[in-house]
T-cell receptor, first 115, second 111 residues
Framework: DTGVSQNPRHKITKRGQNVTFRCDPI?????LYWYRQTLGQGPEFLTY????????KSRLLSDRFSAERPKGSFSTLEIQRTEQGDSAMYLC?????????????FGSGTRLTVV | AQSVTQLDSQVPVFEEAPVELRCNYS??????LFWYVQYPNQGLQLLLK??????LVESINGFEAEFNKSQTSFHLRKPSVHISDTAEYFC?????????FGTGTRLQVFP
């Protein structure tokens, strides 16, 4: 069990560029979540997958955001035409069970800075 | 809908003093409750959780939290803090599919 891995750790991009983040969950976890955390705030839910199916998307996830989990293993989060307001820490988490009483394991996050 | 309120954004305290970080939630159904800790430039680590059973839950590093259904609270306490406890603490609630977090409390421990 190597934990939840996120890459890259840091990303600086110019406004208008596209960026893609990757999350590798714990191998036996079938649920994968994406959260966004801005300075001084708690993590906000963006979307989650059960295996390869995207089951829910938050209203925070505008049309410029897209997430995939093609084979039910790793996931990618892409932001198109980045804006300065997209600057945040993007966190990935995974869990093994429905009902989430078993807790989530979080990755270290990808910090995005849009300049 | 459910939500989580952390009443204190910052809690300064001297080393070896007791501390309480407050958390209230609102939900029309039974919930699971969690406390997560976030050290600088790191991800979230699970500190403790309440699922059912005993209303007092403990972590391995001396923190404890008590679920109070009538007051819809899940306050986090430690009788004697250390410098190393300096971090951001997040209370979270879930019923089935996802965690909803509070805005966090920054615990700053001074020598």
């Amino acid at each position: 069990d190597t934990g939840v891995s996120q890459n890259p750790r840091h990303k600086i991009t110019k406004r208008g560029q596209n960026v893609t983040f990757r999350c590798d969950p714990i191998s036996e976890h079938n649920r994968l979540y994406w959260y966004r955390q801005t300075l001084g705030q708690g993590p906000e839910f963006l979307t989650y997958f059960q295996n390869e199916a995207q089951l829910e998307k938050s209203r925070l996830l505008s049309d410029r955001f897209s997430a995939e989990r093609p084979k039910g293993s790793f996931s990618t989060l892409e932001i198109q035409r980045t804006e300065q307001g997209d600057s945040a820490m993007y966190l990935c988490a995974s869990t093994a069970r429905q009902g989430t009483g078993y807790g989530y394991t979080f990755g270290s996050g990808t910090r995005l800075t849009v300049v | 809908a459910q939500s989580v309120t952390q009443l204190d954004s910052q809690v300064p305290v001297f080393e070896e003093a007791p501390v309480e970080l407050r958390c209230n939630y609102s939900s029309s159904v039974s919930v699971y409750l969690f406390w997560y800790v976030q050290y600088p430039n790191q991800g979230l680590q699970l500190l403790l959780k309440y699922l059912s059973g005993s209303t007092l839950v403990e972590s391995i590093n001396g923190f404890e939290a008590e679920f109070n259904k009538s007051q819809t609270s899940f306050h986090l306490r430690k009788p004697s803090v250390h410098i190393s406890d300096t971090a951001e603490y997040f209370c979270a609630v879930t019923i089935t599919d996802k965690l909803i977090f509070g805005t966090g409390t920054r615990l700053q421990v001074f020598p």
